[in-house]
Structure formats: C-alpha cells, structure tokens
C-alpha cells in the first residue's frame, strides 16, 4: 500500500500532545490589537486544544503523528 501524504498546511498548525490530543494555536492575535486587553492578549498566546468534533477531520490530514 502506499503511504497517504500528511496535508503540510495542518502539520504546520497542529502538534500532537503526549496523550494524543491535537494542540493548536488560538484566533484573533494578529491585528487590531490595540483594542484588546494585555490579559486577552496574554491569554491568546497560550496552545489550545482541538475541539472533540473536529478531532477526527484532524487525525485525518495528520495521518502518522500518535492515534
């Protein structure tokens, strides 16, 4: 069989966790920053986790990280 290609913008984007969950980076800390909090803007640093629902369209471009 061959080896399915790993989607290179999501490798990018996604990391997985030791237990295997997704890690990705939060919105809206790009621009327009003048209006928003040091505490939102400090909060916005900080990895989120990939929501349940959309966990299983993730796994799928990120085929070879751990299941």
């Given at each position: 069989?061959?080896?399915?290609?790993?989607?290179?913008?999501?490798a990018?984007?996604?990391?997985y966790?030791?237990?295997?969950?997704?890690?990705?980076?939060k919105?809206?800390?790009?621009?327009?920053?003048t209006?928003?909090?040091?505490?939102?803007?400090?909060?916005?640093?900080q990895?989120g986790?990939?929501d349940?629902?959309?966990?299983?369209?993730?796994?799928?471009?990120?085929?070879?990280?751990?299941?």
């Amino acid at each position: 069989m061959p080896k399915i290609k790993t989607c290179r913008g999501a490798a990018k984007r996604f990391r997985y966790t030791g237990s295997g969950k997704l890690r990705r980076a939060k919105a809206f800390k790009n621009h327009i920053l003048t209006k928003k909090s040091n505490k939102r803007k400090r909060n916005l640093r900080q990895t989120g986790i990939v929501d349940a629902a959309d966990e299983p369209r993730m796994k799928a471009l990120l085929p070879y990280g751990k299941k």
